[in-house]
């Protein structure tokens, strides 16, 4: 399933939108894993729900970013 989410460093730039693949998986954590061709793939258990991992993305665009 492919995401979307939107996030802005600070209050003067415009919001950037980050696009994600997620996969729902037997896992306890949910994994980030950015792609050398900069797809970022997002694995979570099943049931976590979908605002929790949009917002854990979100936590991590700035390492993403770098």
Do not use: C, H
């Not at 492919?2 to 696009?19: T, Y």
């Amino acid at each position: 399933m492919l995401r979307r989410v939107l996030w802005a460093d600070d209050k003067e730039r415009p919001s950037q939108e980050i696009e994600y693949e997620l996969t729902w998986k037997k896992v306890k954590n949910i994994n980030l894993r950015v792609k050398p061709d900069g797809r970022i793939l997002v694995s979570a258990p099943a049931k976590t729900g979908l605002e929790q991992i949009d917002s854990f993305v979100k936590s991590r665009i700035p390492w993403i970013l770098k």
